[in-house]
DNA sequence: ACCTGAACACCGTTCAAGT
DNA sequence: ACCTGAACACCGTTCAAGT
């Protein structure tokens, strides 16, 4: 008699790319950057590894693509018909809350170069940068300083919500030892980090987001300074 | 007849955490972030895998503990008595320059949270805040500006080096990759990015960077737009 | 106390073979 | 054209056993 081996079942409808993107984030989601594996994603998708190389090439491919789908979520709903300034911080602070919900896309945008997902938010800086009447010279270094903020705070955040996860922290938690750990630190040699072990616990990441954002853009409206002075002299 | 088995020569001298430590920065220089495994390193310093647990608890200390090494070498080289604001700069461009020539703690740092390495910077940062006369209040959204700004310089800059690396390409082919796919986005969705195609192949990254840098040192030393009063309100 | 190195439990990726 | 799933070449980490 033979024996039937006995293997999960398989999806009887065909393979997308787009069931495999979106599977992908649900995984990245629930379980965090480790959680994206091709054998938990060919489970959850009743399939082969070998199929879901049939759509995509490789890994980084899909986590590219995975980042993009949010990144093109998030762009497409900011609202338009507000002034440059309005505009530019509605993606500063929906790309904060789309890391916030995803944090992975956080690192997923600090560790794969300058494709789409970058060039989505560049380009709906760029063109607020237009229209608020910035000098053409000044539109990359500006730019870059904008994208760059929010790419920074975006990979902390990630970072940090990654470490709290794997430690089972929750935010509170994480604060918590951080601030212990900050406020251990030797006074003679670490005076200004010990005095902000206090403020971490209460301070309100969006809020300062938007400081550091807001800090920009009134460079942005003033520009000065000896700096610029130099990057004219060029 | 007993066949003796042929193993690899074994170091004479014990092993310390320093010279692992060393061991690491030198592969991840040559090599790149994929270049430090247990068994190259084991290979490299003539032992076991074992052997660097014994001193070391994980990979990620381990990577943590190399980049700390650098960013104390940078933040020890940085000059005292200077202008606080040409300090700030100073410590802006040695960490730029110190991720140019260790790509892989751009990535180490955008990677672990608030850990000693960040501290460092973040205190560095914090002390000339305080000589600058900023009031305490706006001591850690200024600091955290300034700081997650130069952390997504260098995660960024870290990811162009790794995928160039990848990829068999010097700067100036990655630059024009990337500019030749810019010059191919639809115009009609991309037009400033289009622009910016051109300015990419020539401009200059430190500048660039230094030009962000003192965009936020200028909106810092101008605090006067809308978001900093929204701040004040609460 | 410090080290060895085989073994374990994973990865991403490939590919002959199937439909 | 699309999928299967075993196999391959790696990982980080552990641990009984040695000195």
Known sequence: MIKKKRSRPRREDSLSRDQIVEASIALLDGQGESGLTFRNLSERLATGA??????????DELLSAACDAIVARTMNAIPVGATAEATLRAIALGMFDAIDAHPWIGSALTHR???LPAVRILEGIGQQLRTLGMPDKHHWATAGALLNYIFGVGGQNAANRQFARANGLDRSDFLDTVSAAWSQLDPDVYPFTRSMAGQLRTHDDRMDFLAGIDLILSGICGLRTAATAEIEKR
Request: charged letters at 10%; proline letters at 8%; aromatic letters at 16%.
């Open 50 to 59: 070998g199929a879901i190389y049939w759509h995509v090439s490789s890994k």
């Open 113 to 115: 170069p300058a494709q």
